[in-house]
């Protein structure tokens, strides 16, 4: 999957030798640099940092659980 089909606020399954040990992880689109594209990074889930699209390799969409209610809370509420 490339870079320009991803889902700005999506979860994908992605990949990196620079992150996580090279480890299968989940990663957020984030525009919080910007809503242009090239502007975009993934939020790295459990941290408060961001990387590059560029140094994962995206795996899939990260599907949320079919089971209803179900919500996210993100580390800062």
Same mark, same amino acid.
């Given at each position: 999957? #490339?870079? $320009?089909? *991803?889902? /700005?606020? $999506? #979860? %994908?399954?992605?990949?990196?030798?620079?992150?996580?040990?090279?480890? *299968?992880?989940?990663?957020? =689109?984030?525009? =919080? #640099?910007? +809503?242009?594209? @090239? %502007?975009?990074?993934?939020? *790295?889930?459990?941290? @408060?940092?961001?990387?590059? /699209?560029?140094?994962? +390799?995206?795996?899939? /969409?990260?599907? *949320? /659980?079919?089971?209803?209610? %179900?919500?996210?809370?993100? $580390?800062?509420?």
């Amino acid at each position: 999957m #490339f870079s $320009a089909s *991803l889902v /700005p606020g $999506a #979860f %994908y399954w992605a990949r990196s030798s620079k992150h996580f040990g090279g480890d *299968l992880t989940i990663v957020q =689109v984030s525009t =919080v #640099f910007g +809503e242009d594209p @090239d %502007y975009w990074a993934l939020a *790295l889930i459990g941290t @408060d940092e961001h990387a590059m /699209p560029v140094d994962f +390799e995206i795996i899939c /969409p990260a599907e *949320l /659980p079919a089971q209803r209610p %179900y919500t996210i809370q993100h $580390a800062a509420e």
